[in-house]
């Protein structure tokens, strides 16, 4: 492999590399860093002597013993796996493979749950959402699946709103207040979700290039057209997507009281099975300081999609 001289910022992080990690935006300042080390191809099965701390028929996450991770996948196309080792302070992630063909999807899921992973291990906040950067600081729209978020998220853009964070949110929680850190500047979506926000989904390139993977195309942003903020907002509210109704009509945004705020946080962790009991409590803990620091609000919208410029401008007023 090459040196680590790819470098990119990413969720308050300077990530370098020894091979290119497409649609991350550049390194911006002195953040923490991380080095991505693509070790190369190996027969090795990543077999880790502990017992598995979590796995279902795709992924496999070990705690060791010595602090540190180790995340598996199986390429279902072959039987094939690839790794990613975290060193126990996430400083060092290394990448290993056992098939030259996944090396084209591998770095759009580092990007998801494999960077969610170093995060955890470093004790950051992260919850399930999409953030978009207001005029008063930051929005994170969450959701279960099916309840648009992707879709509303892709409308905020189309609208002139500027994304912040696709999915993930991750969070900075100080004296200062609570911040979101930006993420990288692509949104992804389904052709659905991008054809009801106005954009070309055909045209859309595909964000795995394995048909096994999902058909999630993606929407290249910018700070240069607006599209894409690069700098951490305040999070200022947090709207929590309910399923569409029938018909059309003004959206209903209803406020929920700070108790109730903390279970509905707690359920949008994101990629909260990789969380020891120590990290869970101090997610339940920043969660709460959350819940008490920003406004979070139910939206209830109808399935007309004609509407969704209508519900942008009510979430970001």
Request: hydrophobic share 45%; net charge negative; with cysteine.
């Amino acid at each position: 492999m090459n040196g680590f001289d790819h470098e990119y910022g990413l969720y308050g992080l300077t990530l370098r590399s020894n091979r290119a990690l497409p649609g991350l935006a550049p390194r911006r300042g002195d953040a923490p860093e991380i080095v991505i080390d693509f070790a190369g191809r190996t027969s090795d099965a990543f077999q880790c002597a502990d017992e598995p701390f979590w796995q279902n028929g795709f992924e496999t996450l070990w705690h060791r013993d010595d602090g540190s991770w180790l995340l598996r996948y199986v390429d279902e196309r072959d039987g094939g796996f690839w790794s990613v080792a975290f060193a126990n302070d996430a400083t060092r992630l290394t990448v290993r493979w056992t098939d030259d063909a996944m090396l084209d999807d591998i770095p759009s899921v580092l990007q998801g749950p494999g960077l969610a992973a170093a995060l955890h291990l470093r004790r950051v906040p992260l919850l399930h959402a999409s953030v978009l950067a207001t005029d008063g600081g930051a929005i994170a729209l969450m959701g279960t699946p099916g309840a648009g978020k992707s879709t509303t998220a892709a409308a905020f853009v189309a609208r002139g709103h500027a994304l912040l964070s696709d999915d993930l949110a991750a969070l900075a929680i100080d004296d200062d207040g609570i911040r979101v850190q930006p993420g990288y500047p692509r949104l992804r979506l389904y052709a659905d979700s991008a054809r009801a926000a106005g954009f070309a989904a055909d045209t859309l390139p595909r964000v795995f290039a394995a048909a096994i993977l999902g058909d999630k195309r993606f929407v290249a942003l910018s700070p240069d057209d607006g599209t894409f903020c690069p700098e951490p907002r305040a999070l200022r509210a947090i709207y929590l997507l309910q399923p569409r109704r029938a018909g059309g009509g003004e959206p209903r945004i209803r406020a929920v009281p700070p108790r109730n705020a903390l279970p509905l946080l707690l359920q949008n962790i994101y990629s909260g099975r990789f969380l020891d009991a120590s990290r869970r409590a101090m997610t339940m803990r920043a969660c709460a300081r959350v819940a008490d620091a920003v406004p979070m609000y139910t939206v209830e919208a109808g399935d007309d999609l004609a509407q969704l410029p209508r519900l942008v401008d009510a979430l970001a007023a």
